[in-house]
């Protein structure tokens, strides 16, 4: 899951990045308006966490021109603003919810879970199933027949990414786009590696290879 963040406050913009990164997702951090809207052209994103002041394109210009595009990519907004009428006009530009500074980061991670959920191909229950195995995005927890499998957050991520679309491959690319933030280290057969472990810890026909294409579940 791979999540943009746009907030120009440095001390929050640090925080809710580490706070995130700490909750398994691979988070960019821009710092100004202006390259919002570049990077959500280039990078394949779950979720936008958007500040609304910032310099350069606002965060309400940049949640208009998403929406212009028909992208139906998840919008959390955040803002210091709290007056009632900002809050509605912030809803009718598009946005899925929103938060007032100063928020709890516990009610950020839930709130970005409601978003997922809600930006999944259909609304995705709360616990995701395919077969025997069972995977609880708020608990960070899976389970196979009933029985705990303790996962790496890196591993977590990968599963996650494939059970919410359980119908879909996913290339090596996308699934390196889900794990890993700019910056981020990426060793060439990492994604090999944690679909390797995945299989010796669910059952290896849990995950199909779909031969110069990717990855997918074996149909339950
Ligand atoms: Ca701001």
């Known amino acids: 899951m791979r999540i943009l963040l746009v907030e120009d406050d440095a001390s929050l913009g640090r925080t809710i990045q580490s706070w995130l990164q700490l909750d398994g997702y691979a988070v960019d951090w821009l710092d100004h308006g202006d390259l919002a809207d570049a990077a959500l052209r280039t990078h394949d994103y779950q979720c936008l966490v958007l500040d609304r002041g910032l310099p350069g394109a606002s965060g309400d210009a940049i949640l208009a021109a998403l929406r212009a595009r ?6 959390l907004l955040i803002t210091a603003r709290d007056a ?32 997922l959920r809600r930006g999944a191909a259909t609304v995705a229950p709360v616990l ?25 957050a890196r591993e977590f991520t990968v599963l996650q990414t494939l059970m919410r679309r359980s119908g879909q491959v996913f290339s090596r690319a996308q699934l ?45």
């Open 84 to 115: 009632l009428a900002d809050r509605i006009e912030g809803l009718d530009l598009g946005a899925d919810d929103y938060l007032v500074k100063p928020f709890d980061l516990e009610e950020l991670s839930a709130r970005i879970r409601a978003a």
């Open 70 to 75: 028909s992208e139906p990519l998840p919008v």
């Open 128 to 152: 995701l199933r395919h077969g025997a195995v069972a995977l609880d995005p708020a608990a960070k927890r899976v389970t196979l027949d009933g029985v705990p499998v303790p996962l790496t």
């Open 176 to 220: 390196e786009e889900a794990l890993y933030g700019w910056g981020e280290e990426v060793e060439s057969n990492a994604i090999e590696v944690h679909i390797s472990n995945l299989r010796k810890k669910l059952g290896a026909r849990f995950i199909t290879t779909v031969r110069n294409h990717g990855y997918g579940l074996a149909p339950a």
